[in-house]
């Protein structure tokens, strides 16, 4: 057996999320489905580094997988794209040890969110940017705010309260704001994200911006642990899963 290491893009618009679910339409689903067309077998699958939800897209996420055939590596990306759906891609794919694992050997992660200013939103940009519609966020303001989030904390209040994991505590190596254009977009990277993490801190960056909470609020919320204290978790549509790290 072979373990072989790949990253995956994919458009989340029309995916009810990451993972396999009974009778719904998900990524790892296509992967898997087409990985047992290779295979001839029902027994292949994949391991990602982590689900996304509904809506979410993807330029690099990462999977692994075990096989037993003798096909050259740089024959896999063709061979399974062949079999993917046009909303899904597999970028590349490398031979690794067998003890990486797409999950747990991963040190960070970088997400970005992004919204739209345009004065009228592309319908061809609808499923990738939030459109800010007539609010015009106050982007140093932003910026103030997202200081208070780096670093080791609790992120309870900023995370769904379904999460299942108990313990909260992540570490947030860079959360910056910038304007590109039309667009405004956020980069967060860490060692890891909650459930409904990265979409919370967007949500409540945004409601800074425009005036409905102060950048010192931020703060306050984080050291509170109570989600109840943080606003709306901003729209899937506008999160993507950018980049996954391993040690070398």
């Given at each position: 057996?072979?373990r072989?290491?790949?990253?995956?893009?994919?458009d989340?618009?029309?995916f009810?999320?990451?993972?396999s679910?009974?009778?719904?339409?998900t990524?790892q689903?296509e992967?898997?489905k087409?990985l047992?067309?290779i295979?001839?077998?029902?027994t292949?699958?994949?391991v990602a580094?982590?689900?996304?939800d509904?809506?979410?897209?993807?330029w690099g996420?990462v999977?692994h997988?075990?096989t037993p055939?003798g096909?050259?590596i740089?024959?896999?990306?063709?061979?399974?794209?062949v079999l993917l759906?046009k909303?899904?891609?597999i970028?590349?794919a490398?031979f690794v040890n067998?003890d990486?694992?797409?999950?747990y050997?991963a040190?960070?992660k970088t997400?970005q969110?992004k919204?739209s200013?345009?004065e009228?939103?592309?319908?061809?940009?609808r499923?990738?940017?939030?459109?800010l519609?007539?609010?015009?966020?106050?982007?140093?303001?932003m910026r103030?705010?997202?200081?208070?989030?780096?670093?080791?904390?609790?992120?309870?209040?900023?995370?769904?309260?379904k999460?299942?994991?108990s313990n909260?505590?992540r570490?947030?190596?860079?959360l910056?704001?910038?304007q590109n254009?039309?667009?405004?977009i956020?980069?967060?990277e860490?060692d890891g994200?909650?459930y409904?993490m990265?979409?919370?801190?967007?949500g409540?960056?945004?409601?800074?911006g425009i005036?409905?909470?102060?950048?010192?609020d931020?703060?306050?919320i984080?050291?509170?642990?109570d989600?109840k204290?943080a606003?709306?978790?901003a729209?899937?549509?506008?999160?993507?899963l950018?980049n996954?790290?391993?040690?070398?």
């Amino acid at each position: 057996m072979k373990r072989i290491k790949s990253t995956v893009a994919y458009d989340g618009t029309n995916f009810a999320g990451y993972q396999s679910q009974p009778g719904l339409r998900t990524v790892q689903a296509e992967i898997d489905k087409a990985l047992r067309k290779i295979h001839k077998e029902d027994t292949v699958f994949s391991v990602a580094s982590g689900r996304t939800d509904a809506g979410v897209h993807a330029w690099g996420q990462v999977i692994h997988f075990d096989t037993p055939l003798g096909l050259p590596i740089d024959r896999w990306k063709t061979a399974l794209n062949v079999l993917l759906p046009k909303d899904v891609r597999i970028v590349d794919a490398v031979f690794v040890n067998d003890d990486f694992h797409a999950r747990y050997s991963a040190v960070g992660k970088t997400y970005q969110f992004k919204w739209s200013a345009s004065e009228v939103q592309s319908p061809f940009e609808r499923n990738y940017a939030v459109h800010l519609e007539k609010w015009r966020p106050d982007i140093e303001r932003m910026r103030e705010a997202a200081q208070y989030l780096i670093g080791t904390h609790d992120f309870t209040s900023y995370c769904s309260s379904k999460t299942a994991t108990s313990n909260k505590v992540r570490t947030v190596r860079k959360l910056e704001l910038e304007q590109n254009g039309e667009d405004l977009i956020m980069t967060i990277e860490g060692d890891g994200f909650l459930y409904n993490m990265v979409r919370t801190i967007a949500g409540m960056l945004f409601a800074v911006g425009i005036g409905w909470n102060e950048p010192l609020d931020i703060k306050e919320i984080l050291e509170a642990r109570d989600r109840k204290r943080a606003g709306k978790t901003a729209a899937a549509h506008g999160l993507y899963l950018m980049n996954v790290t391993y040690n070398d």
